[in-house]
């Protein structure tokens, strides 16, 4: 992932079989390629004590976050800790953007010094344009998390803490 993840934690005094339950009712089993709509909040996979979850939106959108995490038993409670993580194309395509910028920002630089380029005003360029992908990134993904904790802190009743 480009930027720190968190790690989030639940707990609650439900047993593992009622989360998976809770889980899979809310969770349609991803598909390569799907002619409707699901009419659950996420799909994804829920194996032994793992879950992989993307949240359900219209379109194709791959800068939905992956919600990954452990179902734990201990001392008469259930911890679910998840965190979120990109998918890997989005962060190749964002060094990549990075790169190309940083790459226009080297040559026009190049050429400012060599007093080969004018407008000079050109070296300008690159910042707005990583200002506009980086912002692009943080706040779609950013928005899915949010969706995504107040979800599960809705479907299990308990409050999502940050563990780190």
Known sequence: MLFKNKKYQLTTKLSEQEIFKILNQNT??????????????????????????????????NFIPILSGRISTKNNQTFIDFS???????????????????????????????????????????????FFGIIIYEVNSSEIKKESINFFEKLFQEKVDIVK
């Open 84 to 130: 979120f993580q990109q998918n890997s194309t989005v962060d190749i395509f964002i060094g990549l953007y990075i790169f190309v910028t940083s790459i226009f920002l080297i040559f026009a630089s190049i050429m400012i010094v060599n007093d080969n380029l004018h407008p000079k005003a050109i070296i300008l360029i690159p910042f707005p344009i990583l």
């Open 28 to 61: 349609t089993k991803e598909q390569l390629i799907s002619f409707t709509k699901s009419n659950t909040f996420f799909v994804g996979k829920i194996e032994n004590n793992y879950f992989k979850l993307k949240k359900v939106i219209d379109g194709q959108n």
